[in-house]
């Protein structure tokens, strides 16, 4: 990007970039503030940022931001209905491993993986699972991108 073009306001990566420097800005703030490590820290500010600047539109924002709000307390019982009784059944009908029930579209252990991956995915359908998850991997590599970015700004800014 040159000197004389602006970034796009209503782009992702725009929305994301603002929102993570003044959660970074607030962290740095209040450093003793929290127990946790650093590291942990910047993750939470940057999953929740990303899931800010999406809104809640995607159901994997709406989970970020559920998981971060209960401070990533995730009890067994706060799963979702429809998930236990899957389970229930699969036990009872399959002999406990869902990973050996293939289904026509391939195999059904490999997308209750993908469910445990995208936030949210758990209750999800497949079709619905795979928007969710292409959106998903969007938004990781554009907060991956803007991290590289940022630390290359910071890495060549002489510091006084």
């Given at each position: 990007m040159t000197a004389q073009q602006s970034p796009n306001p209503s782009s992702l990566r725009t929305r994301f970039t603002y929102r993570f420097l003044r959660a970074l800005k607030e962290l740095n703030k209040h450093r003793s503030a929290t127990s946790w490590p650093s590291y942990r820290r910047v993750k939470v500010a940057a999953d929740a940022s990303m899931a800010a600047a999406v809104k809640s539109r995607r159901a994997w924002t709406r989970a970020?931001?559920?998981?971060?709000?209960?401070?990533h307390r995730s009890p067994r019982w706060n799963r979702p209905l429809a998930t236990r009784e899957l389970r229930r059944k699969i036990r009872r009908n399959h002999g406990g491993n869902p990973r050996k029930i293939r289904g026509s579209h391939g195999d059904f252990?490999?997308?209750?993986e993908l469910r445990k991956l995208v936030p949210g995915g758990e209750s999800m359908e497949i079709s619905s699972l795979l928007g969710e998850t292409a959106h998903y991997i969007k938004c990781l590599s554009t907060q991956v991108q803007v991290m590289r970015d940022l630390v290359d700004l910071y890495s060549s800014t002489p510091t006084s």
């Open positions: 970020v931001l559920r998981k971060i709000r209960r401070g252990g490999q997308t209750n």
